[in-house]
Every structure is written in C-alpha cells, then in structure tokens.
C-alpha cells in the first residue's frame, strides 16, 4: 500500500493537522473501496454477518472493517484518530496475516466483527447500572431462577454501555490483531520443536504472546503507524494494558479458569459490579473469548467453511509433524482422520464452545431477546435437558425464555454433526472395526484448540 509520511506537530499530533482537502485525497481509495463494500459494512451489526462474500468484494477486509466500525462507534472522533495513521497500522496488521487456511485477516475480521456485535447488541436481562437501580424501566416484577427476586424485568442493554471508551478501542483493535503473524502450528508445535518463540516465552502462551508484541512494536516502531497519537499519556498506558489482557485472554489452556472466574461472580456471587475495572475487564476478555471460538455459533454454512478451513490448517501440520518424524496430533492426519471431522466437531464444540455460551448466557452477558410463552412451555425448558445443556440466563422471568440465534445454531449445528459422526460410527461397525468414542465431560482429553 502507498504510505504518507507527516512530520510531527508538536502542538497537535493529530488528523486536524490536515485540510478536510487534504484528508478526502489522502483517503480517497480507501473511500471508494469503503463504497463499493457499503452493502455488506451495513450489516456489521448482524450476527450471521456474511464474511466470506465481503471478504470476495474488497482485498482489505480487516483494516477496511475495522475503519467503520471504530467509526460507527464513535471512536474515531473521541480520541481523534488519524485516518492516514489508522489505514497504514491496520493494513500492515491485514498483510501480516499470513496466507493459512483459517489463521488469516478473514478470521481477523470475523472476531473482530463478532466482538462488535456482542457488544453493541441488545442483551435481556442486562443490568447496565451497578447498585442503586432506580433508572431502570420496569412494569413487573419478575423472579430468578432460584426464587430471589431480580431487580429488573423486561430490560435490556449492553456491553458498551458499561464499557469506557478506551476499553472498546482496546478490545476492537485486540481483535484486530489478537491473530497477527500466526505461523498455522499450535503452541504445542512450537514448544515442542523448540521454536524460537516458544524459547523466547518460555513456552507459555507462546502465540498469543507473540501476536500482541509484534502488532505493539509495528504501532511503536514509526510514527505514521501510531494511530493512537490522540490518546493522553495515561491512556496509552492503560490501552497498553487492556490489549495485553484481551489477546492473552485467547489463550485456550486458561479457557476454564476464566469460566470459573465469570461463574463464581455471576452465577454463585452477588454479580458483576460495572462500577469494577477488573470487572469490565473480565466481561471484554469473554467477549473476545467467544469472539474467538464463535464459528459453531454461526449459521450451518459458515460454520462449515470454517470448519474445513481449521482442518486443513490441521493437516498441514500433520504433514509437518510427519515430515520430522514427529507423533502426528490427533485429527491432523489428512490420512486417517477425514472421517473423523464431526467428531472433532463435537468435541470442540463440547467441551469448549458450549461451557463457554453456557457461561455467558447464564451471566446475562449474550444478546438475544425475551419471547413469551405459556406455562406448560416453561415447565417443559426449565426441567428438559439437552445434549448440550446450554443454561438459560440465570435471571428470567416464568413468562418469558431467553432466545439468541448464537444458542440456536449451536444446537442446530452439534445436532447434525452428531447425526453424521452417528453414521460414521455406523459404518464401522458394519466393516467390524471399532469406533472412536466422544469424549464426555470430565474426562481428561480435551480436543486439540484452534490455537
């Protein structure tokens, strides 16, 4: 991309240095492509966003996704970006995405998508003001689910409006770059060969380590990378803390500690206090968390092309593992285990997707709507079971359920993978050899994460 280099004022570092002129010429093919691209950039805000067909309409789907929604949201203006400084760090970031099946600038943008939507949609049941509650609008009175009584009903908010400013412009350009550079091996690659980022991290979340650091020296190395140059000196501190924290948060092997964490505040606590940092903290790193993981959340299509995207990722290092002479891992042999897709399907979605919707959900952290039913219905949901035991909210009232379409396509989704890894499990049988087993809960292999 072409690069424009500004000498420092040191008066005013930032866009207003520029003519608005000077600002619609510098922009300007960055306009035209945001104009042709208008159609899907207007349907950000939906959850089955089409990220696929966006990223076939413009060869900047990252940085050109990012622009509108830091616009839309109005950070753009609150910490007076620089619109030249933000298009060169964010297509740098875009072109350090490497061309891997599913770890590249797509799922970039799709987390970061994913993360705008859980944030900016509207979350029933969402208790947006911490301890007196006078403010919120309320007709009837409706209990929890352990007979206490809620102190609100019918309502909705959320994340963003609990969130600072400089918390969102944190957790959006987390996602952004919480993937940056990814070499297509897992942590577990690396440390084992001896990598020299694993050597350098001490083989402790060596990637996402490696992710944040790398995007933090680009925005650090040259000025006309820094499109923060409108923060205060405090607040670039703190950006620098909250980037750390919501990128390391990807890490899966702490996925269950932070569950533990949501849980013991929200489902055996008093709650979660908004007035808290480490709470806000704590709602933006599970934001990126289920951000991160969303694909069994989407819609059956996308879902499935990412599905094939993280197995051919997989494969990749199966060959790269069988090329050293290496154990091959499990489901990363494009040899054997083909078949055995919808059994990673399950597991993934078992013991990693589901407890982590389950978490939040519970924690009225998950947007979707309150839908009016009878009393039979309600006995039906609160006693019923289902494969996947995803919770309703813990809060909610005995006329209403809890509807989210993240909820939906995930049972939609595990229902057919258990019918095809069935059929498979079937067929094996039949032939006399002995099938794999899912794995329950509680037991001690985990899948393999994506990470």
Same mark, same amino acid.
Request: proline letters at 4%; a negative charge.
């Given at each position: ?17 520029? #003519? ?38 413009? !060869?900047?789907? /990252? ?5 509108? +929604?830091?616009s ?8 007076? +970006? ?52 006078? =403010?919120? $609008?309320? %007709? ?23 969130? #600072? %400013?400089? $918390?969102l ?11 940056y ?8 690659? /690396? ?16 990637l ?6 790398s ?5 650090t ?11 205060s ?5 703190? @950006? ?10 990807? %890490?899966?092997?702490?996925? @269950? %500690? ?15 206090d ?14 990126i ?23 051919? &990722?997989?494969?990749?290092?199966? =060959? ?6 290496? *154990?091959?891992?499990?489901y ?11 059994? /990673? !399907?399950?597991?993934? +979605?078992?013991?990693?997707?589901a407890?982590?919707?389950h ?5 009225c952290?998950? *947007? ?7 009393? $039979?219905?309600? &006995? $039906? ?21 809890f ?49």
């Open positions: 991309f072409r690069t424009v280099y500004f000498k420092r004022d040191p008066k005013n570092s930032t866009c207003s240095m520029l #003519t608005d002129e000077q600002k619609e010429y510098l922009l300007r093919p960055l306009s035209d492509e945001y104009e042709c691209t208008s159609e899907f950039l207007s349907l950000a805000n939906s959850w089955n966003f089409p990220i696929f067909k966006f990223n076939d309409s413009t !060869q900047h789907c /990252l940085s050109l996704l990012s622009f509108h +929604i830091f839309k949201t109005g950070l753009v203006d609150r910490f007076k +970006i620089n619109p030249v400084y933000f298009r060169n760090f964010f297509e740098t970031i875009e072109s350090g995405y490497h061309n891997l099946p599913y770890h590249n600038a797509i799922h970039a943008a799709d987390v970061l998508q994913a993360c705008y939507y859980l944030c900016s949609s509207s979350i029933p049941g969402f208790n947006s003001v911490s301890g007196d509650n006078s =403010d919120i $609008e309320s %007709d009837t009175e409706i209990r929890s689910d352990d007979g206490g009584q809620a102190q609100f009903a019918d309502t909705y908010g959320s994340l963003k409006d609990i969130m #600072t %400013d400089l $918390e412009f944190a957790l959006f350009t987390a996602a952004a770059i919480h993937d550079d990814h070499p297509g091996r897992t942590n577990a690659f /690396l440390v084992a060969v001896g990598d020299t980022k694993a050597v350098m991290y001490n083989d402790r979340a060596v996402e380590s490696h992710h944040v650091a995007a933090w020296y680009l925005l190395s040259d000025e006309r990378y820094n499109f923060c140059s409108g923060l000196a405090t607040e670039f501190k703190r @950006f620098r803390f909250l980037l750390i924290e919501a990128v390391l948060a990807t %890490d899966l092997k702490k996925h @269950f %500690d932070f569950l533990a964490q949501l849980n013991a505040k929200t489902v055996d606590g008093e709650g979660m908004w007035e808290n940092a480490e709470d806000r903290i704590l709602a933006l790193q599970m934001c968390k289920l951000a991160d993981i969303n694909a069994p959340c989407k819609e059956f299509e996308l879902h499935t092309q990412w599905t094939r995207r993280i197995v051919d &990722e997989f494969y990749q290092q199966g =060959d790269n593992e069988a090329e050293l002479g290496m *154990p091959v891992s499990a990363m042999n494009r040899h054997k285990d083909e078949p055995r897709v919808p059994e /990673l !399907q399950l597991n993934f +979605i078992k013991h990693l997707v407890p982590l919707y978490a939040m959900a519970s924690s952290l998950v *947007p979707g709507s309150w839908v009016e039913i009878s009393e $039979e219905e309600d &006995e $039906e949901i609160r006693t019923g079971q289902s494969d996947l035991n995803c919770a309703k909210p813990t809060i909610m009232p005995h006329t209403h359920k509807v989210s379409r993240l909820q939906e396509n995930l049972d939609s989704n595990y229902a057919v993978w258990k019918e095809k890894n069935e059929i498979y499990q079937a067929s094996l049988k039949t032939n006399g050899v002995e099938g794999d087993i899912i794995v329950e809960e509680g037991e001690e292999t985990k899948p393999e994460s994506e990470e």
